[in-house]
């Protein structure tokens, strides 16, 4: 089992960046794929970014691509979320993940993951 905290969310202005954290606790991290997932009042939840345990395989939604960037760090049990050139429409709670097995592949089915945070508010003002 896997335990996640997320942190670095806050209030920003369109344009700006925001960089979101997730630290893992409990079982070794590179055996788990992390993804980041968010869910804006009224709308599904939307898995927008994932990374193989290597960071040789990732994923972006097209809603964010090239403009997030994501990264780990399994020396830290640690994943990020870089996120620039911030709109409106990212305002969300972003949600932490773990998928544990085929670790190396980067998936973009947010019911393959086993494990989440508790999430950390983004609220963009335009």
């Known amino acids: 089992q896997v335990q996640l905290v997320e942190s670095g969310g806050g209030l920003v202005q369109a344009g700006g960046s925001l960089r979101l954290s997730c630290a893992a606790s409990g079982r070794t991290f590179s055996s788990y794929a992390m993804g980041w997932s968010r869910q804006a009042p009224g709308k599904k939840r939307e898995l927008v970014s994932a990374?193989?345990?290597?960071?040789?395989?990732?994923y972006y939604a097209d809603s964010v691509k090239g403009r997030f960037t994501i990264s780990r760090d399994n020396a830290k049990n640690t994943v990020y979320l870089q996120m620039n050139s911030l709109k409106p429409e990212d305002t969300a709670v972003y949600y932490c993940?773990?998928?544990?097995?085929?670790?190396?592949?980067?998936?973009?089915?947010?019911?393959?993951?086993?494990?989440w945070g508790q999430g950390t508010q983004v609220t963009v003002s335009s």
């Open positions: 993940a773990a998928k544990y097995g085929s670790s190396w592949y980067a998936s973009r089915i947010a019911d393959e993951y086993d494990y």
């Open positions: 990374i193989g345990w290597s960071g040789g395989s990732t």
